[in-house]
Each structure stands twice: as C-alpha cells, then as structure tokens.
C-alpha cells in the first residue's frame, strides 16, 4: 500500500476484545484498537480492522471513515491515546479456527494511502498484523 509519508504518527498498543469465550460464526465481535498519537495527524483519517486467514487474505472487516464513525484524529495530540471499536461481522459460514487481525489508519480518498505506524517493536509499518483470533463451533 502507498502510505501518506516517512515519519509514524501514531504507535499501535492493542487489539483486545472479549475473551471470555471464542466468538462464533455468524456473530459481529467488538473489538477495541488502541493507538498513541506520536506526532498530531494532518488531517482525518479513516480506520480498518480485518479479519486475515493463515494465508493472509481478508475474510472479514469493518471500516471507520473520516466523517463518520472515526474520531477527528487531527485533533488528536502528542502523547494521548485513543482507542476505537470496530463491530467485526464474522460470516456464518466461516470455519472455526485461529485467524489474524490487521488494522490500519488510512487517508479515505482513491488510492486509500495508508498512514505509517510504529509498532510495539520500535519498527514502522503502515499495518499491524495481530495472530491469536479465535473463532469457535
């Protein structure tokens, strides 16, 4: 993906959700992402949050776009931390199993160019790629 410059702006924390049981196809799971802002953004960006099989194709996302369900991120500022809901629809026929969640920020426009992130490694990226989502029978 084309990304909106060099410098990250904002540092992936989290994905959590409720753990408690795996959640089952056919349900739509809240999850939370939680970023802190390095460096106040230039303009609203969009969210994604997508459910990624073992190969890395999309089964599954949800989207906030600017204007929208997502928060003005630039009015976000150095040193706060946001987290943001995605509802995840998981298909009914979707297989149990373990899968991967990927969330991005991203300018909503034609190219989606993505926003660069540092990740809790101290490297950057312009996605982050979660493993250990469960879904049950």
């Known amino acids: ?21 795996p959640p089952l196809p056919g349900a739509t799971v809240a999850v939370d992402v939680t970023w802190s802002v390095i460096e106040t953004p230039d303009a609203n960006y969009s969210a994604t949050l997508q459910l990624l099989d073992a190969t890395g194709q999309r089964i599954a996302g949800a989207d906030l ?58 490297s950057t990226g312009t996605e982050a790629v979660v493993p250990g989502f469960p879904v049950g029978r």
Do not use: C, H, K
Not at 1 to 12: A, E, Q, Y
């Open 1 to 21: 993906p084309t990304t909106t410059g060099d410098t990250p702006l904002l540092r992936f924390e989290t994905i959590d959700w409720d753990r408690a049981s």
């Open 65 to 122: 776009l600017a204007g929208g369900e997502m928060p003005p991120t630039a009015a976000w500022g150095p040193g706060e931390q946001g987290t943001l809901t995605f509802n995840l629809p998981l298909d009914p026929s979707l297989a149990a199993g373990e899968y991967q969640l990927l969330t991005a920020v991203y300018a909503y426009r034609p190219d989606f160019p993505r926003v660069r992130i540092e990740l809790p490694d101290g």
